[in-house]
């Protein structure tokens, strides 16, 4: 049977390769007619791909699905849009559980967010890292105006102070409205420093990766919880490491500061989830 291609210029430049009006086998008939498709700017493909790839487009979903499942999954995830409890590179202080104090640390990265919602971070210490640290056990640096309780040396108890000055080095420690036995005012380090949460203080709380943090205010007094004699584990090579359960986080009651006076929310929430915001109210 002769193999006609019809008037389309391009079609009879493959007609005249081949050959006018000869009689084709079957392999160069299909290799004339993937020339044809190709002068005529269309992809050579055998039928059985074609119905295939029709099928796999109907079972496809569409790309607007595609984009939304993947932006919620990264939301969920704690990968997109959030706000977080500390920037990397902050300076903040980690409460040690195995030497039941608090010291100096960086945050090295981005926040991972457990099933309540609440960021873990990587930190450093020194020279080493902590991996997975939950924000109980992560507080941001002091400021002045701070109300604190600090373990006094020579009297061996906590006593009520307040941070006159952020330290100079992590090693010289916070200056403190209180007289040491010289009548110096007294240097003290993280690791000597518990948190006092006076009422109608100003703070912020950490409200979620949605909203980070909101300005609040303190309903009732509360103390970060701190061993009796803090640090006295460092040096004792038998020592059992302390529990984390034994965490400094306390329970704070407060109220955001935007609510009515006439619905007023009160809110508990861990100490870890609160700072003070004494310093940023004044001008």
Partial sequence: MPYALGSDPKAEKAHNVVGAGGRMTPR??????????????????????????????????SRWRDKLQGLAKIITSGGGMHKEAYELNANVEYFSPSNGVWTS????????????????????VGRQRRHRVPIKFIRGTLHQGESVSFFMDY?????????????????????????????KPSLAVAGRLRRRFLASQPIQVYNGQFCGWVDAVVL????????????RYMNDTEKVEISKALSPEVMVKCHLKDDDAEEVEILELPSGCVRYAGHLSKT
């Fill in 155 to 183: 009297e061996t108890s906590w006593t009520n102070a307040t941070i006159a000055s952020p330290p100079a080095s992590a090693t010289l420690g916070y200056e403190l409205d209180v007289l040491d036995e010289f009548g």
């Fill in 105 to 124: 640390a960086v945050i090295v990265s981005r926040g991972e967010f457990d099933q309540e919602g609440l960021p873990i971070y990587t930190l450093r």
């Fill in 220 to 231: 009732e007094d509360a103390l970060e919880n701190a061993d009796e004699i803090p640090g």
């Fill in 28 to 61: 160069l008939h299909e290799t004339c007619s993937g020339l044809v498709h190709w002068l005529q700017g269309l992809p050579a493909m055998p039928a059985n791909k074609k119905k295939k790839e029709k099928i796999s487009e109907e079972i496809q979903p």
